[in-house]
DNA sequence: GTCTATAAACAGATAGAC
DNA sequence: GTCTATCTGTTTATAGAC
């Protein structure tokens, strides 16, 4: 965190966010990363302590940033009526997608998902601990309001995961689902078409959960 | 293709997928490949002429083991009524999701959803030309007999897509959702699970798409 | 075909001038 | 704080012995 409105610093997470996103932490080079923030490579010894240092601070970037746009609501989601919660479930989803598919949250996302993906990675443990545990065990509580069934249930919890790894798949599969679709990038005619079809998808599960 | 029964040739193949796959094509060295396949580095030079070639020749190996798997059949999906149509949905989930949490293909599986993330890899244009969207469009069709929805009309593709990618976010996310549900892996019951779950939500939307 | 030895380019880190 | 210059290690590729 410390001082996020430096202006080299910020440029340095910023370049390095894209180039860890679209290529990989190892793959990135910090030379490449210091060109593109317009500074010298020193500057991240400087700043970061080395590139490792950097990777982290993308992380509490991301994290920063994400935290904000995903912020938990403050009630109980356990007061809330069925049809109440369904609603919430259908906000929340399309939060989510118009989050994933926007040009602008692409680098974080990208980035997230890579590190991730990787189990060892330094990233993973703060960020499962401090964003997604939490945030996935108040959707398990909304859906138990919605649909009557346990909170952590196995089911439960996968029921959550497959909803919303639908809306992180046309992410990660992006340049697969563009191709296919004809579509270049994520234009707004896209984003509701896929909001459409997602949240569908949402309606027909907890239609289904028991009518 | 080739001669793929040489083994020093399928054992640097074997060990690049695994490399190429957990920590991704720059970041794995050549060093480390034939290291693990216990041959020397030139060997690659000598089979594959360069790191480069290695990558298309796990591309070639991964699609072959990919196509006899995910095998079309022969019949033509237009012709199926409403509900043959649905089980063979519902049957072609399974083996997707059976196939993506196999420990067995889970090597392919990685290296193949890395290549696809990246919109500019030269494995990405074949695989998807060869490989992903004449299925896609297979899953469409059989789509229009279990629903009576035009095959290729966006919605439909983006339902193929949401079904397909929640199978798919399993093997991405694993680490993510091994560490909330506590599995170490996925252990057949918790491949059953998952399975239940996906294909719960399969005849959920299906029924849902008019009853 | 498989090996050793080495070349040439690249990485990240750091010392020190300003 | 930002720069140049350089150190040290590692990368892929290749030449040539066997």
New binding site residues.
């Given amino acids: 965190m410390q001082d996020s409105d430096?202006?080299?610093r910020t440029a340095l997470i910023r370049a390095a966010l894209r180039q860890f996103g679209s290529e990989g932490f190892e793959a990135?080079?910090?030379?490449?990363i210091a060109a593109e923030a317009e500074?010298?490579?020193?500057?991240?010894?400087?700043?970061f302590g080395?590139?490792?240092g950097l990777r982290l601070a993308c992380a509490d970037f991301v994290a920063a940033r994400i935290g904000k746009v995903a912020k938990l609501g403050p009630g109980d989601p356990a007061m809330l009526d069925r049809n109440a919660a369904r609603s919430v479930l259908r906000r929340l989803l399309r939060r989510i997608v118009l989050f994933t598919t926007s040009p602008a949250s692409e680098l974080f996302v990208s980035f997230l998902l890579r590190e991730l993906a990787q189990p060892g990675s330094p990233v993973t443990e703060r960020i499962f601990a401090t964003l997604i545990e939490s945030r996935h065990r108040a959707l398990c509580r909304i859906w138990q309001a919605a649909t009557g069934r346990p909170a952590e249930s196995d089911d439960v919890r996968l029921a959550v995961f497959s909803v919303v790894g639908q809306a992180v798949y046309f992410r990660l599969a992006a340049p697969v689902v563009q191709r296919r679709m004809r579509w270049g990038g994520y234009p707004p005619f896209a984003v509701r078409a896929v909001v459409k079809r997602l949240v569908f998808n949402l309606d027909a599960i907890l239609e289904a959960e028991h009518g």
Avoid: D, F, Q, V
């Fill in positions: 430096h202006p080299t990135a080079s910090t030379r490449a500074t010298n490579i020193s500057s991240i010894a400087y700043h080395g590139k490792e």
